[in-house]
């Protein structure tokens, strides 16, 4: 969250912000002079410009952050196209026969490696083609279908759900969907939807979540036919594999050149390419994921995606949807643990009865069963509503990761208690021994990258905080920026005693407050009820914290944490009322699924609205400064620690590669 506003225009009646006019330069003008050396203003101010700043269309979460339950935004629950669904069945039914019957998932956990056939395979079938039109040779399946499927094949071996989903959530297809030319579009999505291998490469060596920093270069050829690109690329999704790369450079800022964070499509093959190295992980062993080195590539100006400079504003306006794809591996994890903890519960007796039925291990299952149930609705309303178009997801996507990775990992974690000295015990020294081959400890590792990938927690939490806190600050923003003058001081105070005297008002009484409320729900609407009231309390909170705070509510993370956990759960909670009330007559036991969930969510809820203001945040901040010191160092004697001859981060200089190339090309079928 950054409190560096431009004065920006006053919000709306639904919270949303008009389209600014551009300054002269716009992004580019906000990065620095120099790549990795940033201060924490400019590095903050790049984060900025790259986000979409208008909220054209209504947005549930952001409602929601406000103190407004826009129920009606959720319900009656979306529906889909029934020929197009029935379509997507056809595809998803013909994807779980390949699967069950040509797809090995032990044989790439034992190898760390997606062998060609199962390439093949996938391409014949057109799964690297399923979010791609099918103008172009897809199967144009909607984001729904698209994350059944994710999910389907993320059951059978996590590598291939994150090798789909990296080709088409981030990879060249959906950036070219939603900001690429027709001829770009002709050019490049026959060849992925055919079975080519797409990636998506931003991460750099000492370059994550900070774009600011930067450093690969994309210089502009003297004839104007092109660009050289020169950098290093980290963790490449894919970037073993991938013949159609995007890739985000700076393009230096020059007369009559906007300049900026830039993305291109690369071809995999061009020369000055070298893949490194395949890295290595905890899980998801059969990933391939490089470091790779680009020296004086050569890239037709023809290959730039949205024009330049808007390349931050592409990778996150292609990630509100794209996120999506990972929760959907989540919700598959969570029901595979379901299904392994229901059947082992019930069948291993111990002290004379199911160990399911005791109440240590009846907590974790009751838990498992509400939260997959949680999960798997917050997932399909986003899909839901990002196919139909109609409503700002940015929020919503953003909350169904933070919340399905954090959730998931907790799931497999109670799954490793639940199955004892088993859930640590491999799949193959199980068989080995003649019992099922359940890879628990398989499946937490795999899961374990959900909380890092695409965002991780701390991170999501921050970016979620900002698009919450959006409405305060295009009032107030310039009321607490240091750097602002008098003069801006003074407008930004009139427009947010303008916008609060409204605002206010309507976080003291709500449709919460009424025992009637809500009654077409039955016995779920004093969950709805709930969730209207803690809304209020939720803005309230944050109204509170920010006129507290001011300017260093930026640095209050766990604070505004906390605001974003209580707020998933109070989606979540909204959400499993709608489906479940929806599917009343089809699906009675949904309804019981989500009452539990619902009284589950209470009970985290309240612990962290108490959470908010007592804590023992500012005393961790204050240890964490003398950790940081030194001051305890000596608590770190009396063990072997890693060896120090190396930097943490690998530095790396310009230039053709001195390593060999380790990329690999899949043959095409026969």
Same mark, same amino acid.
């Given at each position: ?99 069950? @019957? ?12 997606? %062998? !060609? ?63 690429? @030319? ?60 991938? $013949? ?29 390419? @070298? ?42 306006? $292609? ?37 399911? $039925? ?13 939260? $997959? ?40 974690? !109670? ?78 105070? /009139? ?29 779920? /609407? ?140 899949? %043959?095409?079928?026969?």
């Amino acid at each position: 969250m950054t409190t560096t506003q431009n004065s920006r225009p006053e919000p709306d009646a639904s919270g949303g912000t008009p389209e600014p006019t551009e300054t002269s330069g716009g992004t580019a003008a906000l990065l620095p002079s120099e790549a990795g050396h940033v201060s924490e203003k400019e590095a903050r101010q790049v984060a900025e410009a790259a986000r979409e700043s208008t909220w054209d269309r209504p947005s549930f979460g952001k409602s929601l952050f406000l103190g407004r339950f826009r129920l009606d935004l959720i319900n009656p629950w979306p529906s889909s196209d029934a020929d197009e669904d029935a379509r997507a069945e056809e595809f998803l039914a013909r994807l779980r026969e390949y699967l069950v @019957t040509e797809v090995d998932g032990a044989a790439i956990e034992r190898d760390a490696r997606i %062998p !060609d056939e199962v390439f093949q395979g996938l391409g014949r079938l057109g799964a690297f083609g399923m979010k791609i039109d099918r103008t172009y040779g897809g199967l144009g399946l909607s984001n729904l279908q698209y994350c059944r499927a994710l999910m389907l094949a993320g059951s059978v071996s996590p590598a291939i759900g994150a090798l789909l989903s990296a080709h088409q959530s981030i990879g060249v297809p959906q950036p070219l969907k939603m900001f690429g @030319t027709a001829e770009q579009k002709q050019r490049f999505l026959p060849r992925l939807a055919a079975g080519e291998v797409s990636a998506f490469l931003l991460t750099e060596p000492d370059v994550g979540s900070d774009p600011a920093r930067l450093a690969t270069t994309a210089e502009p050829t003297e004839d104007g036919t092109g660009y050289r690109l020169n950098g290093v690329k980290l963790w490449a999704t894919n970037g073993t594999v991938a $013949t159609l790369l995007v890739v985000m450079a700076r393009v230096p800022a020059g007369e009559g050149r906007r300049g900026g964070i830039t993305a291109f499509v690369v071809d995999g093959d061009a020369d000055g390419i @070298t893949v490194e190295r395949r890295n290595g992980f905890l899980g998801l062993r059969g990933l391939e994921n490089s470091v790779t080195r680009f020296h004086d590539v050569f890239v037709p100006r023809e290959n730039v995606i949205g024009g330049e400079g808007k390349g931050l504003k592409i990778a996150l306006t $292609t990630l509100n949807t794209g996120r999506l794809s990972l929760p959907a591996m989540c919700v598959g994890a969570g029901k595979w643990s379901l299904n392994v903890a229901r059947n082992w519960a019930a069948d291993r007796v111990q002290w004379g009865r199911p160990v399911g $039925t005791h109440e240590a291990v009846a907590q974790k299952l009751a838990f498992m069963a509400a939260t $997959t149930y949680g999960m798997e609705t917050m997932l399909e309303i986003c899909c839901r509503l990002a196919d139909d178009d109609r409503n700002d997801i940015r929020i919503e996507a953003a909350l169904v990761k933070l919340y399905a990775s954090e959730m998931a990992w907790r799931i497999a974690d !109670d799954l490793i208690q639940i199955r004892g000295g088993r859930g640590y015990e491999t799949a193959e020294s199980l068989t080995a021994r003649g019992e099922r081959p359940a890879a628990v400890e398989q499946l937490l590792r795999d899961v374990r990258i959900n909380r890092i990938f695409e965002g991780s927690t701390e991170i999501m939490h921050l970016l979620i905080a900002r698009e919450a806190v959006d409405a305060h600050l295009s009032v107030a923003g310039d009321v607490i920026d240091p750097d602002a003058g008098l003069g801006r001081k003074a407008k930004a105070g /009139a427009r947010a005693g303008a916008f609060y005297a409204k605002w206010l008002p309507t976080l003291a009484v709500g449709r919460g407050q009424s025992p009637r409320a809500y009654a077409e729900f039955g016995p779920l /609407a004093g969950h709805l009820r709930q969730v209207e009231r803690v809304s209020r309390k939720l803005a309230r909170s944050t109204f509170y914290a920010m006129s507290r705070w001011q300017g260093r509510m930026e640095r209050k993370q766990a604070f505004l944490g906390r605001i974003v956990d209580i707020g998933a759960e109070l989606f979540a909670m909204a959400a499993v009322c709608v489906r479940a009330h929806a599917e009343r007559d089809t699906r009675p036991e949904n309804v019981e699924l989500a009452d539990l969930f619902c009284r589950q969510a209470r009970v985290r809820v309240d612990a962290l609205l108490t959470a908010l203001w007592e804590n023992t945040d500012s005393v961790d901040v204050a240890a964490a400064k003398r950790i940081l010191a030194g001051r305890y160092a000596d608590l770190e004697s009396g063990v072997i620690t890693p060896p120090d001859e190396l930097p943490w981060v690998a530095r790396w200089s310009p230039g053709p590669s001195v390593a060999a190339d380790v990329r690999r090309r899949i %043959p095409p079928p026969q």
